[in-house]
């Protein structure tokens, strides 16, 4: 079964300043995609960014990237020039093989320090 | 309409009732999903439907769960005879074609169920 890891419960950064969200998981499949998506206060989840595996370059949206790494099965979101409205819950999510549904890690506080 | 509505926001049941909660997803959307969240998890996945018809219904806790989509647009997820373990958000979500990983599920903002 496919599993999805977010280890650190709670980060922190300063406005203007960079942080990296980590995301690690396991699939025996070949062919998928990795997510990542923002839950405010609201609860309504946001796609962030998306990743296809078979894609050897990583994703970028504006001030967000992300570093995949296939052969460690890891998948960290990158966040440059932290705003305000970044802080948030992030979930890093799986979709892969025959499932028709996406597989959310426990997910990720992060603060943003004005 | 222009994203996935979802009602009511709160609900609050005393333990044994039965609620139904609605979602609406974006217009023309085919493939339309529940997930269960619990405080401070990822949401888990209950069930999926394309377009009316119930494809997976895998993670539906028990038989107390049922889902519907009778005309392949809303969709209500009906919980009997509720439990405390019950109170969680229940988020839909909703995407243009079928399953797949390069379709994009769009969420809703959730039911927050309370079961006292």
């Known amino acids: 079964a496919q599993t999805v890891t977010q280890s650190q419960p709670e980060m922190s950064v300063q406005e203007a300043e960079t942080v990296t969200l980590s995301c690690t998981y396991d699939?025996?499949?070949?062919?998928?995609?990795l997510f990542w998506y923002k839950q405010p206060p609201s609860r309504q989840m946001i796609l962030v960014i998306r990743?296809?595996?078979?894609?050897?370059q990583n994703a970028t949206e504006n001030r967000f990237s992300v570093n995949f790494q296939k052969a460690a099965k890891s998948f960290s979101l990158k966040i440059s020039d932290s705003q305000l409205g970044d802080a948030a819950m992030y979930f890093c999510?799986?979709?892969?093989?025959?499932?028709?549904?996406?597989?959310f890690g426990k997910g990720i506080t992060l603060s943003v320090r004005p | 309409g222009a994203g996935v509505s979802q009602s009511p926001r709160y609900k609050v049941a005393k333990r044994g009732q039965d609620v139904a909660l609605r979602c609406d997803p974006i217009?023309?959307?085919?493939?339309l999903f529940w997930y269960q969240q619990a405080l401070g998890q990822g949401p888990e996945f209950l069930t999926y439907?394309?377009?009316?018809?119930?494809?997976?219904k895998s993670g539906l806790p028990s038989d107390r769960f049922f889902a519907e989509r009778p005309e392949g647009s809303v969709s209500t997820l009906k919980i009997q005879r509720t439990q405390q373990e019950d109170s969680a958000v229940y988020l839909c979500?909703?995407?243009?074609?079928?399953?797949?990983?390069?379709?994009?599920?769009?969420f809703g903002a959730g039911t927050r169920l309370s079961v006292l």
């Open positions: 979500a909703s995407s243009l074609g079928a399953s797949a990983g390069g379709n994009i599920q769009y």
């Open positions: 699939t025996s499949e070949s062919d998928y995609y």
């Open positions: 990743q296809e595996a078979y894609k050897q």
């Open positions: 999510a799986y979709w892969g093989g025959a499932n028709s549904k996406l597989t």
């Open positions: 217009s023309g959307h085919v493939s």
């Open positions: 439907f394309q377009n009316e018809a119930q494809l997976d």
